[in-house]
């Protein structure tokens, strides 16, 4: 047994701030100088460093100074076939799919080139500070191979599966139902629980899918219970209708995977930007998820998601925040916590009642408001909340997989320094108070620089130079 | 004289490429092997290697390899006062001047506050590319004097002036009127194109500017008609109700400057968000220009503004792009593209009639597309015309200043070099389209790290570490 020590600055979550309005502190934990023993990867005890150290004296430890030391990001919605095409020109999400999207995705097919994404992909993921993601791969198994492979060779938690299409794409790009139920069915013999892989069955979208795609998900779900889902939702106005015209009997885009059995605990639907006050309801009411992508929700003009809807108490949906990488353009989640910050803001322009007396909601709008509590909340435990996997990570409570990053709160543009320093006067926070607002500048001053240090079971994958 | 010789793949504007739908490289220029040789920090000839160096055999040659040189950015709309508040949580614009920038501006009547700030916010713009800006002060003079003072000793072109309001804003904030114009006139007198020095007559905005303010700003533009005017304009729907409280003669917000004898030439209103076709129409007939920035307006949640509205050939308004530091949470130029692009995007599903098909407009939602090409000209030669200094700068033609930006296309996140590889397999760009593109991916995947060098008339004032 391999057992050691991280001493720091450490900030994490216990609750949903969403659940204590006005008092968002409820939900955090910080210790100001605190220490985290690990042994295997695991959290074994944590807390105030005087009193975790008086019970674990011989314990080696690594102080790492002058940070904010914070669960791994959890990216809840990444495609690994676009680590390259991120951030392609001029395209709504239909014609950006053809034109961009396809034919790089169908490189992967190829082992040396599927091989090498993955490797960039999760490079790219810890310099982001990112430890966990549900990913779709191509249509393809070999990408679906090559991620669990080298995942499991960085010993991350990784959620991903066999990404089915056979409808409104290329030729070579689709395959047949049955291809995609035999392919499953191997991969998730081969992967689903070996070592930290997750299985998801991946409709990629309703759009994408006829009924007997659908219908083969509906039998891996029931054949495999325990495995994950994952797809898209109600992105685009343009699909959304596709969506209907593909599957006239159903009402609503959530109604098509609904037909097919697939939704409830450990589904999740990516986007949800048009998703109706029902549609919010229902996914409430049996446990499934939204995947909130505000950078790719803006780069492809999609549109608002509406947080402070789905976060409204009278019908809370399960949520994890994602990139989407390449719809997404950014790989690091806080961009991803910059652009929602400011989806949010849009919002509460619309909800104040200046432009449109009647659609006044100042709850709804309160909601809106990503405070650095619920931005980072979002994109650890609640994001693992989301994924259904807090129970094996997401805060540092003893007993889950020690994974984390070292935050530089200075580290982003030139102009960050100066800025914290007004918070804690060139100082690292003293209060839990501190280190939010603190928290907040890495957010929307910040960026990617500011991950100094990725950790992945209790190992540093990642410095930065 | 020192003259100097600068070689290196250029790319620069001779044209706007939104005139020019189609065929946007008629408005470009690109030099894979150029030479640009400056002589006392301007431009004395610049062409392809071979040719210019024939003519200048005895020229010292610095040789910036690897990168792309194109003009310094140009930030049209910045408050230098609220450089170490930017990114501040939770509000909407009235609401976060009153609790974040007031008290910050407040400390610049110090004399050493607002010089640490001047030293601090030049290098923050430097850092960021930007050799040009368009900056707000304080409502005390003794901040435009450390700006002017400080952009003298870096031999930068700054456009700036006291920053009038006498209603809105704590008491201790605002100033008369009469103080206002005598100062105005003091500062013209010792900074009005001294060097690169150019002042700006500035109300802030309407709301905060009574008539005799506003008054006092049309004598100062009477008697000193080759000063520039720079203001807000329609930021925010309850801002814009508010003009028309505090002004209830006027039919629309660009009303009330015009009732004063400002809008015209020289005219920069920033933000725009709300102007109506008709206010557009009438910025358009008089050569004022609005200046667009994405960043502050989402991060403030103001809204979207019409890209291509303004940019309608029937009543093309000049333009220039600006942070809006602190509303805007970042210092770059290439954020400004990063959202700005964003908008146009978020614009245009609402212009595809796939929401309302009466709102459909093709035409307009081309214009909102912002290519690299509209982009990068409208931070360079785009911006410069809109700031009416396009005679001086923002492109590389003889008699111009040297300022200029090295950028490495490489620079950004994690993937972006895999990314660019896609484009140029790893070299340069060869062509002016590989060029373009691969700036579309420093816009969109990188960020102010591609920034390499920032050279100020000739000078590097800027090296990346």
Same mark, same amino acid.
């Given at each position: 047994?391999?057992?050691? %020590?991280?001493?720091?600055?450490?900030?994490?979550?216990? #609750?949903?701030?969403?659940?204590?309005?006005?008092?968002?502190?409820?939900?955090?934990? @910080?210790? *100001?100088?605190?220490?985290?023993?690990?042994?295997?990867?695991? &959290?074994?005890?944590f807390g105030p460093y005087e009193k975790i150290a008086a019970a674990h004296s011989s314990v080696e430890v690594t102080?790492?100074?002058?940070? &904010?030391?914070?669960?791994? @990001?959890?990216?809840?919605? &990444?495609?690994? =076939?676009?680590? +390259?095409?991120?951030?392609?020109?001029?395209? /709504?999400?239909?014609?950006?799919? *053809?034109?961009?999207?396809?034919?790089?995705?169908?490189?992967?097919?190829? $082992?040396?080139?599927? $091989?090498?994404?993955?490797?960039?992909?999760? #490079?790219?993921?810890?310099?982001? %500070?990112?430890?966990?993601?549900?990913?779709?791969?191509?249509?393809? =198994?070999?990408?679906?191979?090559e991620l669990f492979e080298e995942a499991a060779r960085r010993n991350m938690r990784v959620i991903a599966g066999l990404t089915g299409i056979d409808r409104n794409a290329p030729a070579d790009f689709i395959d047949t139902p049955e291809n995609f139920y035999r392919d499953s069915k191997r991969l998730i013999a081969q992967y689903h629980n070996k070592g930290r892989n997750l299985y998801a069955i991946t409709p990629r979208f309703a759009f994408g899918a006829s009924p007997e795609l659908l219908k083969a998900c509906q039998r891996l779900k029931h054949e495999h219970p325990d495995c994950w889902v994952n797809t898209h939702i109600s992105e685009n106005p343009a699909e959304?209708?596709?969506?209907?015209?593909?599957?006239?009997?159903? /009402?609503?885009?959530? %109604?098509?995977?609904?037909?097919?059995?697939?939704?409830?605990?450990?589904?999740?639907?990516?986007?949800?930007?048009?998703?109706?006050?029902?549609? @919010?309801?229902?996914? !409430?009411?049996?446990?499934?998820?939204?995947?909130?992508? =505000?950078?790719?929700?803006?780069?492809?003009?999609?549109?608002?998601? +509406?947080?402070?809807?789905?976060? #409204?108490?009278?019908?809370?949906? +399960?949520? !994890?925040?994602?990139? #989407?990488?390449?719809?997404?353009? +950014?790989?690091?989640?806080? !961009?991803?916590?910059?652009?929602?910050?400011?989806?949010?803001?849009?919002?509460?322009?619309?909800?104040d009642g200046s432009i449109d007396p009647a659609r006044k909601d100042l709850a709804e709008a309160e909601r809106n408001k990503l405070s650095p509590y619920r931005g980072f909340w979002s994109i650890t435990l609640g994001g693992a909340e989301g994924l259904y996997i807090d129970d094996k990570l997401g805060n540092f409570e003893p007993g889950k997989e020690a994974d984390f990053v070292a935050l530089d709160p200075n580290g982003g543009q030139a102009a960050q320094a100066w800025h914290q320093s007004l918070i804690a006067d060139g100082a690292g926070p003293r209060t839990m108070d501190e280190a939010a607002s603190m928290l907040f500048a890495v957010m929307m001053v910040g960026d990617d620089r500011c991950v100094d240090e990725t950790w992945v079971m209790g190992k540093r994958l990642y410095k930065k130079n």
């Open positions: 047994m391999t057992t050691v %020590g991280i001493r720091g600055t450490f900030f994490d979550f216990v #609750d949903d701030p969403w659940k204590h309005v006005g008092n968002e502190q409820a939900a955090a934990r @910080f210790h *100001q100088d605190g220490l985290m023993v690990v042994a295997d990867g695991v &959290i074994e005890a102080h790492i100074k002058d940070r &904010i030391i914070v669960p791994g @990001f959890i990216d809840g919605h &990444i495609h690994l =076939p676009q680590t +390259r095409v991120l951030g392609a020109y001029g395209e /709504q999400l239909l014609p950006w799919l *053809q034109k961009w999207v396809y034919p790089e995705e169908l490189k992967y097919r190829d $082992r040396n080139y599927a $091989r090498e994404g993955a490797k960039r992909f999760l #490079d790219a993921l810890l310099a982001s %500070g990112t430890t966990t993601c549900q990913a779709f791969t191509s249509s393809s =198994p070999v990408s679906t191979e959304c209708s596709g969506v209907l015209v593909e599957h006239p009997d159903c /009402q609503d885009y959530l %109604g098509v995977y609904e037909k097919f059995g697939l939704v409830g605990p450990k589904f999740s639907g990516g986007h949800g930007v048009y998703l109706s006050n029902n549609e @919010f309801r229902r996914m !409430s009411k049996t446990g499934a998820a939204v995947v909130f992508c =505000p950078c790719s929700n803006l780069f492809l003009g999609s549109g608002l998601f +509406r947080l402070g809807r789905a976060t #409204d108490p009278e019908h809370r949906v +399960r949520m !994890s925040f994602g990139t #989407d990488v390449g719809g997404g353009n +950014r790989f690091s989640m806080i !961009s991803v916590l910059d652009d929602a910050y400011k989806v949010g803001m849009c919002n509460n322009t619309l909800l």
